[in-house]
């Protein structure tokens, strides 16, 4: 569908085809003699319709000074939202930042607990270090059930996805080990 034509440009041409009478008109006038009651008749319509094309065009400026404010109003209304949509993008891209720092900390626990994991398996007593680790485990778990909540509810999916994976990794090292040490001779 072909776009509309503006009421600003509708308005100037308006205007510049008010304007082209008005000067046609001027012309005419300047041409015509004035050496009888017949010429002077007739100029004196002619002068009457350049005042009129001239009240005309007054007009047609006036709404084109109307169609120039009516213009800065969707000028300054589009500003104003892509204003606040970007301090929204800012603030989002702040909170992102935030949680993504987060799970960046989350991860450092995570393979500090996977050292503790892989000592485990080397430890001379087995259940004191499944033990151990089975206490540290706990705190990613619900470090990281957390930060998935909160970046879901704050509709930032990636983030809570990525949270849950470790979550879950860290729930299926948690029951390895809870049968590891179930399984382990005292």
């Known amino acids: 569908m072909p776009k509309e034509t503006s009421?600003?440009?509708?308005?100037?041409?308006?205007?510049?085809?008010?304007?082209?009478?008005?000067?046609?008109?001027?012309?005419?006038l300047e041409k015509t003699k004035l050496q009888s009651e017949k010429h002077l008749g007739r100029a004196a319509r002619e002068l009457q319709e350049a005042l009129s094309q001239q009240e005309q065009l007054a007009v047609s400026l006036r709404e084109l000074g109307a169609a120039m404010a009516n213009m800065q109003e969707r000028q300054l209304a589009a500003v104003t939202a892509l204003s606040s949509r970007a301090q929204e993008i800012q603030a989002r891209r702040i909170r992102l930042a935030e949680l993504m720092t987060e799970y960046a900390s989350l991860g450092q626990k995570a393979a500090e607990l996977l050292?503790?994991?892989?000592?485990?398996?080397?430890?001379?007593?087995?259940?004191?270090?499944?033990?151990?680790?089975?206490?540290?485990?706990?705190p990613i778990v619900e470090e990281a059930t957390?930060?998935?909540?909160?970046?879901?509810?704050?509709?930032?999916?990636?983030?809570?996805?990525?949270?849950?994976?470790?979550?879950?990794?860290?729930?299926?090292?948690?029951?390895?080990?809870?049968?590891?040490?179930g399984n382990a001779p005292n």
Do not use: G, W
């Open 115 to 138: 050292q503790a994991v892989n000592e485990t398996l080397e430890a001379a007593d087995k259940n004191a270090a499944v033990t151990a680790a089975l206490e540290k485990i706990a």
């Open 146 to 181: 957390t930060l998935s909540t909160k970046a879901r509810d704050e509709d930032f999916v990636d983030v809570a996805h990525e949270a849950d994976v470790l979550k879950q990794k860290f729930q299926n090292i948690k029951n390895q080990l809870s049968t590891a040490k």
């Open 7 to 28: 009421e600003l440009v509708l308005a100037a041409q308006k205007i510049e085809v008010q304007q082209q009478r008005l000067e046609d008109l001027a012309y005419a």
